[in-house]
């Protein structure tokens, strides 16, 4: 049976290496996965919507939506094979949103670690939208009854309340018959946590505020040694083995991005770098990334160079998005008891 494979991400500031290696590269390997009627139906979204519950450059939404597609596709997702689409072009998400809100308990969502992180301590000045946002979330995923989600450890609790949400609508609505499938977590083996390079205790964010703790999938090679020539690192020389490097997260961090672009491992990054001083990795490593990369800016920039060309796959993407969307939207409201000419 084939897997529908749903996943997201926000146009929120520009895309980078944690981005690509966490899940891009990913994305494109699960269109290969399976045969005939066994292959994975993929469907990749630019979540809008979500882009904004904590306030946003409403000038530079849309090109940010564009520009979020073309990495996408740079990357290596097809557009012929997978759905690429804007969130907000498909209006299901939104209005499915408020028919799960309706029965989705405030107790549950205030128990959302995400939200307390983003809300901070004043979480009266929170927006709504911030502390519904895993209900849109689980109408993201359960409009296209997509029974996989690949999701990183931050997300798991919010595909807990979809899989929650579902068994809710399915007992109560559906007659306990399960319309909707319960979506599972989709486990890469591949998948790579990326730290930023200012500090290897926290995660590579596009929404840092120094843009030197990451590499952006923009960036140029001189951008690209200069970041890495700056990273932060120890006094040491490169671990040679685990147990050099334990308690040295700047260190096993560039190990691990190594060993990500190479496609080897870190005990084999060890063996080739150990002992040495950190600027023999970095330039390695500067090499080895714009190596990789280079590629992608290139295609994303020829891409953003046109685009009439992006909008028109977006605007596919979303039409083959609401042929999906709109029967099961049907459904929901005729099951929910909502009047229909």
């Known amino acids: 049976m084939s897997k ?3 996943s997201c991400m926000q146009p929120t500031n520009r895309l ?5 290696l966490g899940a891009l590269r990913n994305w494109v390997k699960l269109q290969d996965e399976g045969q005939g009627t066994d292959k994975n139906q993929c469907m ?9 519950t904590n306030g946003h450059d409403v000038e530079a939404l849309a090109n940010a939506t564009r520009e979020t597609a ?19 072009s498909v209006p299901e998400h939104a209005q499915l949103n408020w028919l799960f809100g309706s029965f989705t308990q405030m107790g549950k969502l205030e ?39 690949p999701v990183g450890e931050d997300q798991k609790q919010h595909l807990e309340l979809s899989r929650d949400i579902a068994s809710v609508f399915n007992e109560k609505y559906a007659g306990g018959k399960e319309y909707f499938p319960l979506p599972e977590p989709y486990i890469m083996g591949t998948a790579t946590r990326v ?7 926290q995660k590579m964010s596009k929404s ?4 030197m703790t990451r590499i952006n999938l923009t960036d140029d090679a001189d951008m690209i040694a200069k970041k ?6 120890d006094q040491g020389n490169v671990p040679a083995n685990e147990k050099e490097g334990e308690g040295r997260p700047e260190a096993m961090n560039l190990i691990g991005i190594y060993a990500a672009l190479s496609d080897t491992t870190t005990e084999q990054v060890m063996t080739e770098f150990g002992g040495q001083q950190f600027l023999s990795l970095k330039t390695a490593l500067s090499d080895l990334a714009v190596a990789k990369l280079s590629p992608i800016t290139s295609r994303m920039s020829e891409l953003m160079s046109d685009k009439a060309e992006i909008d028109n796959i977006l605007k596919a993407g979303a039409d083959k998005a609401r042929s999906l969307a709109a029967p099961t939207l049907e459904d929901v409201m005729k099951m929910m008891g909502f009047w229909k000419a």
């Open 195 to 201: 730290m930023s390079l200012r500090d290897g205790t």
């Open 4 to 6: 529908r494979i749903l």
């Open 208 to 211: 840092a505020e120094s843009d």
């Open 111 to 149: 128990r959302m670690t995400q939200f307390k992180d983003k809300a901070g301590k004043n979480t009266e000045r929170a927006s709504l939208g911030l502390f519904a946002y895993p209900v849109l979330m689980a109408a993201d995923i359960l409009l296209y009854k997509a029974t996989h989600v």
């Open 16 to 20: 980078q290496l944690g981005n690509y």
């Open 70 to 88: 073309a990495a996408y596709i740079a990357a290596g997702v097809d557009p012929k094979r997978s759905y690429i689409f804007a969130q907000s």
């Open 44 to 52: 990749y979204g630019v979540v809008d919507l979500h882009a904004i």
């Open 228 to 233: 890495f020539k700056k990273a932060k690192t």
